[in-house]
C-alpha cells in the first residue's frame, strides 16, 4: 500500500503530519494527526533574501547616510572632456568654456593666445598640430583651442578648471578678452 504524506501549516500554532493509507482515502482524522513543536512555524515564505548584512544591528538613519554619500559622490565627481580632447576629474554640471571668433588668421589667433597665457601665468604645453595649448594662470589649468571656423574667421575656445575641478567661467572670459586686445595690437 502506498502512503501518503500530508503537511499541515497553523500560522503561529504548530506543525501537524498525518499519513494516510491509500491516494483515495478520505483526509485523515484530527485524532490521527501528529502535532510537533513551534520551530518551524515562524518559517515566512516571502521573507527578504540575506544580503549577508546584519541590517538589524545597524540603524537605518547611518544607512541612510550611506547611500545618500555615495549618490552624492556619484553624482558630483565625474570626468569632462577638456578642449584639447583629453578627460579629468572635475565636476561635469559647471560651465567652464566660452568663445569668441575674430576675423583674423589662425596663426595670428594661436600667437596672442601664447603671448597672453605666458604674461598671466605659465604655459605648461603647446601643439601645434591641433592647435592647443595649456596652461597655469592662479593655480587654475587653462586650455585654449584655436580653430579656423572658414578662410576669414578663426574661433578660439578657453576653458578654465580650479584645482577642485569646477570650471571658472569669469577668468576664461577675462583670458577671451585678452586674447581679444592682444588681436587688436596685431595687424
Known amino acids: 500500500m502506498a502512503k501518503t504524506l500530508t503537511i499541515l501549516i497553523k500560522p503561529v500554532q504548530s506543525i501537524?503530519?498525518?499519513?494516510?493509507?491509500?491516494?483515495?482515502?478520505?483526509p485523515i482524522q484530527a485524532d490521527q494527526r501528529k502535532t510537533y513543536p513551534n520551530k518551524l512555524s515562524r518559517l515566512k515564505l516571502d521573507a527578504p533574501m540575506d544580503c549577508g548584512l546584519d541590517t538589524r544591528s545597524m540603524k537605518w538613519h547611518?544607512?541612510?547616510?550611506?547611500?545618500?554619500?555615495?549618490?552624492?559622490?556619484?553624482?558630483v565627481a565625474g570626468c569632462v572632456k577638456t578642449v584639447d580632447g583629453r578627460t579629468k576629474a572635475a565636476v561635469p554640471f559647471s560651465r567652464d568654456k566660452i568663445e569668441g571668433?575674430?576675423?583674423r588668421t589662425v596663426a595670428q589667433v594661436f600667437d596672442a593666445s601664447k603671448a597672453v597665457l605666458?604674461?598671466?601665468?605659465?604655459?605648461?604645453?603647446?601643439?601645434?598640430?591641433?592647435?592647443t595649448l595649456v596652461a597655469k594662470v592662479d593655480t587654475r589649468n587653462v586650455w585654449v583651442k584655436v580653430r579656423e571656423v572658414d578662410t576669414k574667421i578663426t574661433s578660439v575656445t578657453v576653458q578654465v578648471r580650479t584645482r577642485g575641478g569646477a570650471g571658472d567661467?569669469?577668468?576664461?572670459?577675462?583670458?577671451?578678452?585678452?586674447?581679444?586686445?592682444?588681436?587688436?595690437?596685431?595687424?
Do not use: P
Not at 16 to 26: A, I, M, R, T, Y
Not at 169 to 187: N, R
Open 16 to 26: 501537524e503530519v498525518g499519513f494516510s493509507k491509500s491516494l483515495h482515502s478520505q
Open 62 to 75: 547611518r544607512w541612510f547616510f550611506v547611500l545618500l554619500c555615495g549618490w552624492l559622490l556619484a553624482g
Open 101 to 103: 571668433r575674430y576675423e
Open 118 to 131: 605666458a604674461r598671466l601665468g605659465t604655459l605648461n604645453s603647446e601643439d601645434t598640430i591641433n592647435k
Open 169 to 187: 567661467i569669469e577668468l576664461a572670459a577675462q583670458i577671451e578678452k585678452e586674447i581679444a586686445l592682444a588681436l587688436v595690437s596685431v595687424k
